[in-house]
């Protein structure tokens, strides 16, 4: 049976990666921005593929299971480059460890609720917190190969962006825990009651 084209789609996002990192280490002018074009592709694909599942009928387990952990993967390589070439340096590490621990953090609620059937949905905040977390660190992997942009400078621009993108962090990880609490509470009163 052919794999179905989300499953490519979330497959190529997970290839991409490695991509992303080795592209960013070449030399410089044109590494920014063919960095920024495979980063792209990969944030149009984490939009299309779960798009196409639902279009089609084509959810699967794989998707399922692959498409937050390409997410996650593709977040976290990015955001340890910007720190590894000082592109976040000093108090700007901190929006960055905002993200990682938030994504860790939904990750096990996830998982511990997925045990009992209990989905947690996505947000609108947390699709608007993804697209402006996205278009930050695409603007900062660019840095000091972008375009003038006046009296601000493309890094100064991204790391704007990533702090707002780390605030909307806070408030939806802090919605996944409060919805998560009550469901694990309702567990753990399933399980004494039996």
């Known amino acids: 049976m052919p794999m179905h084209l989300p499953n490519v789609l979330t497959l190529s996002r997970i290839v991409a990666i490695p991509l992303v990192v080795g592209l960013f280490f070449l030399p410089d002018p044109w590494n920014s921005w063919a960095t920024l074009a495979v980063f792209v592709y990969a944030g149009v694909t984490d939009f299309l593929d779960g798009y196409l ?13 692959f498409d937050p952990i390409a997410d996650k993967l593709l977040v976290a390589a990015v955001l340890l480059m910007l720190v590894g070439v000082e592109r976040l340096a000093g108090i700007h590490v901190l929006p960055a460890a905002v993200i990682l621990c938030r994504e860790i953090l939904v990750s096990g609620l996830r ?8 989905g947690l949905p996505v947000s609108l905040l947390a699709k608007w917190k993804t697209a402006l977390q996205m278009i930050a660190l695409g603007v900062l992997l660019i840095g000091p190969a972008g375009p003038d942009l006046g009296p601000l400078t493309t890094t100064q621009v991204g790391l704007a962006g990533l702090w707002l993108a780390a605030l909307a962090t806070l408030v939806t990880g802090y919605d996944y825990l409060i919805a998560s609490l009550r469901h694990i509470r309702q567990m753990d009163r399933a399980v004494s009651d039996s």
């Open 53 to 65: 599942a639902r279009a089609w009928n084509q959810q699967s387990a794989f998707g399922r299971m």
């Open 111 to 118: 998982e511990v609720l997925a045990e009992a059937r209990v």
